[in-house]
């Protein structure tokens, strides 16, 4: 290993005095300003990965649905997954790690793993559409560089492109071509097979207003209208051209506030969405008639999903194994209605994508989403043997049964000191830590009717997400409130006490 190049890079990247960061569900994340050492040296983590696994690894720079200011990096491993556990950690220690350290880490790196230092290593690396992106994207840059690797720069790319980049590269593209039109012809076939499937209302016409965070969707989206049917006419909001990345927009904003995001009127019954600012959340919402306003998040993504495929195996007669994978932030009744009207499997997983997606392995069809919008369905290979033969046989156009979910739940945050004061198990749905916590919330849920409630901490910023739910509204937004009051007497709130919920 060229140490003397490592070190040489590294002096133009050096460390912030004090600076400790983790490697969570979603990469690194943090301001802007504290992560040139931390990409650069990702870059240097992704060539021994590359190296270890004899495959294209992916760097994405971005930090998602965070305020604009913020930024992160996520490494992708061979099969567009998740890094592997193992690897998290050997990332946080190297982010951490003074400069006089780097060189003793790196080494036990490639002796843990076994690493072979003449193996050629390939790196993909893509960005978002944050003011700080590109010039932290050429700090992964110098860390692929100081050891040698090959790297391929695809810039302003969303992290759900990435991810497909890699899968094909490592595939010899047998699932499809590692390029961005590859991905837009490979999405856009399988959007006018999926439709010629559903029903139809006789209206020719399909309109989507789409909000798009004011991030990268906007960008390829308008990519990817050429190669959509003509008669689906999207319209663009949020695209980035007048407000910041993420600030009153988004699905994560709808989906916490429940109401439609900045900038986008919605007429009664209008078919609408919202991506986040790195384009792997998606959200979908409506008003009805009488004006209230209807969140199609993802447990409602996925319980369609699963009673549309559940209900194509019903009339073919397939008897594959498929189950839902769900968090702790499910809504309960969306749970109870996939368990016990549609028969379907559901398990649950902690927090964070790569749980989900492991879990949803096991099953000849695993369909995951989180309530936030992040999410797929896998099929093994036989499955996608079998549904494509499906495909093929279902021509009749059939209406689809929406899961009759309670909508009354809330997801609230709120700021601590320290999110590292609280401890969750159980898929995170009851808190370890502190001491009395959990007990005042088992108290708080007695007192209403099909309640349940949990809290976790961020794994980006001091925050804690409280969530709820009751038989109404009024009750999921007040047993919220009191399990807030909880936290921050409780977990080190800051600021003011949380205000009731109206």
């Not at 029903?199 to 990268?216: F, V």
């Not at 999410?375 to 549904?387: R, Y």
């Not at 007497?489 to 205000?499: K, S």
Request: hydrophobic residues 35%; contains cysteine.
């Amino acid at each position: 290993m060229d140490f003397e190049a490592v070190a040489k890079y590294s002096a133009l990247h050096l460390k912030p005095a004090g600076l400790s960061l983790q490697y969570g569900t979603a990469g690194f994340r943090t301001k802007a300003g504290h992560l040139d050492h931390v990409m650069y040296r990702m870059g240097v983590l992704a060539v021994l990965r590359s190296r270890q696994t004899k495959s294209t690894i992916g760097v994405m720079v971005t930090a998602s649905h965070n305020p604009e200011e913020d930024n992160g990096v996520k490494l992708v491993d061979p099969l567009g997954e998740m890094l592997a556990s193992a690897w998290e950690e050997y990332a946080t220690c190297l982010a951490n790690a003074e400069e006089q350290e780097i060189q003793s880490i790196l080494t036990e790196i490639c002796q843990k793993e076994a690493v072979k230092l003449n193996q050629r290593a390939s790196v993909f690396i893509g960005r978002d559409t944050r003011p700080s992106s590109e010039k932290l994207s050429q700090s992964v840059i110098d860390g692929v560089s100081a050891l040698g690797g090959q790297y391929h720069d695809y810039g302003l790319i969303t992290t759900p492109q990435l991810h497909y980049m890699v899968f094909c590269q490592n595939t010899q593209e047998h699932y499809g071509k590692a390029t961005v039109e590859g991905y837009y012809q490979k999405l856009s076939k399988a959007f006018v097979e999926l439709t010629k499937q559903a029903s139809s209302s006789g209206d020719d016409q399909m309109c989507l207003k789409i909000d798009c965070a004011n991030g990268i969707g906007a960008l390829k989206l308008k990519e990817m209208e050429r190669y959509l049917p003509k008669k689906l006419l999207i319209h663009l909001y949020n695209d980035g051209t007048k407000e910041k990345l993420n600030h009153l927009c988004g699905a994560d904003f709808v989906k916490v506030h429940q109401k439609p995001p900045l900038g986008l009127e919605i007429k009664p019954n209008e078919r609408c969405c919202s991506f986040d600012g790195d384009a792997d959340r998606i959200v979908y919402y409506y008003n009805d008639t009488a004006g209230h306003f209807h969140l199609v998040d993802g447990d409602k993504i996925a319980t369609l999903i699963s009673t549309f495929i559940k209900e194509l195996l019903i009339k073919i007669g397939q008897t594959l194994k498929m189950a839902v994978v769900q968090t702790a932030y499910a809504n309960g009744s969306s749970t109870r209605y996939l368990e016990e009207t549609m028969k379907v499997p559901v398990h649950c997983t902690k927090t964070g994508v790569k749980h989900l997606h492991h879990k949803a392995q096991e099953f000849d069809i695993g369909v995951y989403f989180e309530a936030n919008g992040h999410g797929t369905v896998l099929f093994s290979k036989a499955a996608e043997e079998k549904i494509r033969h499906m495909a093929k046989e279902e021509k009749e156009n059939q209406k689809r049964d929406a899961a009759k979910m309670l909508e009354n739940t809330i997801d609230l945050i709120n700021q601590v000191a320290d999110r590292r004061v609280i401890d969750t198990t159980d898929a995170e749905r009851r808190a370890v830590t502190p001491p009395g916590l959990q007990e005042k919330i088992d108290e708080l849920v007695k007192k209403y009717r099909l309640s349940r409630a949990f809290v976790r901490p961020s794994g980006t910023e001091d925050v804690v997400r409280v969530y709820s739910e009751a038989d109404t509204q009024e009750n999921a937004d007040s047993l919220a409130h009191e399990v807030s009051l909880a936290v921050y007497h409780l977990a080190g709130g800051i600021g003011e006490p949380p205000q009731p919920v109206y």
